[in-house]
Structures are given as structure tokens and as C-alpha cells.
């Protein structure tokens, strides 16, 4: 497994996957799926991988803690690293490059000058009280799927305005990778796996799974409303949103002590 920690490196694999491949003569087999994440992997992140490894021919992950997307610098020297961790999950699943930037210079040598936006579904739920994150998230995730000239990218479900908003990104400016969305991975108790558990004490985690627990259970938006404050959480956002084939999803971003969590299912679908 290779570590890449500069963007020349990066490209330099890739062009060298299709050389080999042009040498060989081979047509096909040099797909490329990528596993954009922030380190502190977990078993969510690992069925992204999984998956990337059977959908294509090489597979990389990418381990960058973006700075532009965290709107609380205290959020960002918070955000759990465990790298080695992260290299050895990297390893044991297949994966056949590791892109570990350096620096945020490494990421940004126009500092940050030039970003991607949207006008609309950013500014709402998680873009209301995170000004700036999606703007953060959407311009590294552009950079990384053309670092990697990757056929297919893996993200999962339980950020799913992230999902869509890359999703929406990729259709906009005609991006030749396809965006792979993946169901959320629960713990046995409900709760969708995230870095961020890694920083609930071992009281909160033992309330946090009824964040799942409320969206699921209630009645309407009101009850699940009342089990969530109930259980002890500061509510950023509770909201229902249909999107364009009809299924409605109820979305919620709720404080637990410090730690923000969020998570989101489908209540209904249009028949
Ligand atoms: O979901 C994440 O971990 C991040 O938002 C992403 C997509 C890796 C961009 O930094």
C-alpha cells in the first residue's frame, strides 16, 4: 500500500495506472474508486472501502482533516486523529493508496482563494448554524476527486445533505466520477457510527443512542421533538424534507454536552 503525502505524488499514481496499463495494452482496469474521509475511521468507513474494493481495480482513501470546512477552530483541534489506526484499517481492507496531505498548504496553494458554493440547500440545516462548512467541504472534495481522476467516489448516508450537495456539485460542473452514495452503519443500539462518538463520555454515549431511537419511534416531528429534549439534547435542527422522488427524510442535528451529532431516516415515501 502506498503512502502519498503531496498532491505531485498523488497524481504522479495515478498517471502511472494508465501508463501501465496503455504499456500492457490493456483496455479497462485501471478504474479508480476513492474513500474521501477525515481519519478517525470506523466500521462505516470500512464498508465504504469494502465497497470501493469490489466496485473498481485500485482504491484509495484520503486521511485530511479539512480546515476550511470547521466554522470553530475548537471544533477542528477537537476532531479525534488516530492515524495509525486509520493506516493499519487501510491496509487490512485492500486499499491500495493512502493520501495523507502534508500541510493544508498542500491542499490550498491558492489559499483558499478559489471555492466552490451553492446558493441554496447549503445555507440550510447543518449550512444555517455552520457558515462556510459546505463551501469548505465542497471545494476539498472537488480537489480530491480530480487528484485522483477517480471513476467512482463512496460516501455515506448519514451525512446526507453532504451526500446531495456533492451529488448536485458532480452534475453541475459535468464531473466524470459517479457519486456512490452508502446506507448508514449503526452500532447495535442504533446509534450511527461517527468520529465525533469518540468524544462523548461514557455517560452521553449511553443517551446518544436515542437520537435514532426518537427519529424512528415517534409519531410526528413533535413527539420525536419532546423524546429528544427528554433525553437530555440541545436540538439545532429537527426538520422533514421531501426531496425529488417523493421520499421524506427527517433530519436532526442535536447537541449532546459538547459533542454535535446528527443523523437522519426516511419517514415516509410519496406512492
Ligand atoms: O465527511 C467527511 O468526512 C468530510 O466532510 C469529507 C467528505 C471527507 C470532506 O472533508
Avoid at 470546512?69 to 487490512?92: G, H, I, M, W
Avoid at 446526507?160 to 451529488?167: C, G, P, S, V, Y
Avoid at 463520555?201 to 409519531?219: D, F, M, N, Q, V
Wanted: proline share 4%.
Amino acid at each position: 500500500m502506498k503512502i502519498l503525502e503531496t498532491t505531485k505524488a498523488f497524481q504522479a499514481w495515478r498517471v502511472k495506472l494508465n501508463a501501465k496499463a496503455a504499456y500492457l495494452g490493456v483496455t479497462g482496469g485501471t478504474s479508480v474508486g476513492i474513500v474521501p474521509t477525515m481519519g478517525a475511521l470506523h466500521e462505516g468507513h470500512r464498508s465504504l472501502l469494502k465497497r470501493a474494493r469490489i466496485e473498481n481495480d485500485f482504491v484509495v482513501l484520503t486521511l485530511f482533516v479539512n480546515p476550511t470546512q470547521f466554522n470553530q477552530a475548537s471544533d477542528l483541534e477537537k476532531y479525534p486523529k488516530t492515524l495509525e489506526a486509520d493506516v493499519r484499517l487501510a491496509e487490512a481492507t485492500g486499499v491500495d493508496a493512502v493520501f495523507i496531505p502534508r500541510d493544508s498548504e498542500e491542499m490550498y496553494p491558492d489559499t483558499y482563494r478559489y471555492q466552490v458554493s451553492e446558493k441554496e440547500f447549503s445555507k440550510e440545516l447543518c449550512g444555517a448554524s455552520r457558515p462556510g462548512h459546505f463551501e469548505g467541504m465542497l471545494t476539498v472534495v472537488l480537489k480530491l476527486l480530480n487528484l485522483a481522476g477517480a471513476d467512482r467516489a463512496y460516501f455515506g448516508e448519514k451525512d446526507f445533505q453532504q451526500l446531495t450537495l456533492i451529488r448536485g456539485m458532480a452534475e453541475a460542473f459535468f464531473l466524470p466520477t459517479a457519486i456512490v452514495g452508502c446506507p448508514t452503519v449503526r452500532e447495535e443500539d442504533g446509534l450511527a457510527m461517527s468520529s465525533r462518538n469518540l468524544r462523548l463520555t461514557p455517560a452521553e454515549r449511553k443517551i446518544a443512542p436515542l437520537l435514532h431511537a426518537a427519529l424512528t419511534g415517534a409519531s410526528d416531528l413533535n413527539q420525536a421533538r419532546i423524546k429528544i429534549e427528554n433525553a437530555g439534547f440541545k436540538i439545532d435542527y429537527l426538520e422533514d424534507r421531501r426531496s425529488k422522488d417523493g421520499e421524506l427524510r427527517r433530519f436532526v442535528a442535536a447537541y449532546l454536552g459538547e459533542v454535535r451529532l446528527i443523523d437522519n431516516v426516511v419517514v415516509g415515501v410519496r406512492v
